[in-house]
């Protein structure tokens, strides 16, 4: 579907405003089957509808919102490249996405490119003069959207180069569309050096029987399957909601990984969740959750100053010891000579 009128058509919306008009001409509409099946339009707060819906919010953008929330192109050393830590660079393959997510940190600079070979050659000779790079993260847009024989020729290249040990991919393609995951996708991913794929999902129902078996295709052929999610109002904000994702996420196999702080992207401040939340959902995981489902909490700096966890900090300096306090909310001293409750 690839306007509100599709969206209407379908029965997931009423007739949209001028301001739900608006922000879809500002940012295309863009949603799969598999997410529109999702959707429960007599539930007006539908955490999938919210995700991939335009709404009249998205035409607030506040002051501190940009263009370019995390800095991207103050590191960009080249097209599709971006240089940012010294260890690994990330290659945008791609502007294409499958589903176009309303919170989406990239929204106005998403395309419809595919980036050009001479581009790609330049990128791939950076990476291969470039040896401190050991990490090479393919990202877009989302690049399970290219061909089976591109993904190959991208993933034969990365893998020639010596000084490069780790491939990371990070798509949405998974849940967005789950039968792109084919034998011929996987094959075309597989290597001799290690390659990790990171998903990009939010909300447990996301998590289908089809998006199961499509992450268990890549787990079964050896590729890790990564969780990243971001924390939204109103769609995962909820303890009870927030652990169900990262249950869901170990019982297929998926290691939670990053629980992203929503990202200072333009026409997006009605997702973002005070920081002070986000630590005390956090915090509680951590009391009910084991620790296979403890993701990281993840602020990227404007700017491009990197990511840094802002997760609950459980334990403070207090002279020559420390105040730790347990998952039950109780405070203990802690010191060479062992610990003792303190209130």
Not at 105 to 133: C, K, M, N, S
Not at 193 to 202: E, G, I
Not at 310 to 325: I, K, L, Q, S
Request: proline share 9%; charged share 20%; net charge negative.
């Amino acid at each position: 579907m690839r306007s509100l009128d599709d969206l209407e058509q379908a029965g997931l919306i009423p007739p949209p405003s001028p301001e739900q008009r608006a922000a879809a001409d500002a940012f295309g509409v863009l949603l799969p089957p598999a997410l529109a099946r999702l959707i429960d339009p007599s539930d007006p707060s539908d955490p999938i509808a919210a995700q991939v819906i335009p709404s009249a919010h998205e035409r607030t953008v506040t002051p501190d919102e940009i263009s370019d929330p995390i800095g991207d192109a103050a590191h960009s050393p080249l097209p599709g490249l971006v240089h940012r830590y010294p260890d690994r660079v990330l290659l945008k393959l791609t502007g294409l996405c499958a589903v176009n997510c309303r919170f989406c940190f990239r929204r106005d600079l998403l395309t419809q490119d595919v980036l050009r070979d001479a581009d790609l050659e330049a990128a791939l000779a950076y990476i291969g003069a470039h040896p401190e790079v050991w990490e090479v993260i393919l990202s877009g847009g989302d690049p399970l959207i290219l061909s089976d024989a591109r993904l190959n020729r991208v993933v034969r290249r990365l893998e020639a180069i010596e000084t490069v040990s780790v491939i990371r991919v990070h798509t949405r393609l998974p849940v967005a569309n789950p039968e792109r995951v084919t034998p011929a996708l996987v094959g075309a991913l597989k290597s001799p050096k290690a390659v990790y794929v990171m998903l990009h999902c939010n909300h447990p129902r996301e998590l289908t029987p089809e998006a199961r078996a499509a992450c268990a295709r890549l787990i079964d052929a050896g590729l890790p399957v990564l969780s990243q999610s971001v924390l939204l109002r109103g769609v995962n904000d909820r303890p009870e909601v927030l652990e169900a994702l990262m249950r869901a996420f170990v019982a297929t196999r998926i290691t939670p990984h990053y629980l992203h702080h929503g990202d200072m992207a333009r026409g997006t401040s009605h997702f973002r969740v005070p920081l002070e939340t986000a630590q005390a959902l956090l915090r509680g995981l951590r009391g009910r959750l084991s620790g296979l489902g403890q993701p990281t909490y993840i602020l990227d700096l404007p700017e491009g100053h990197g990511k840094v966890p802002v997760g609950p900090v459980f334990a403070t300096r207090d002279g020559a010891g420390w105040r730790v306090e347990d998952p039950q909310g109780e405070v203990h001293a802690y010191g060479n000579a062992g610990s003792r409750a303190i209130g």
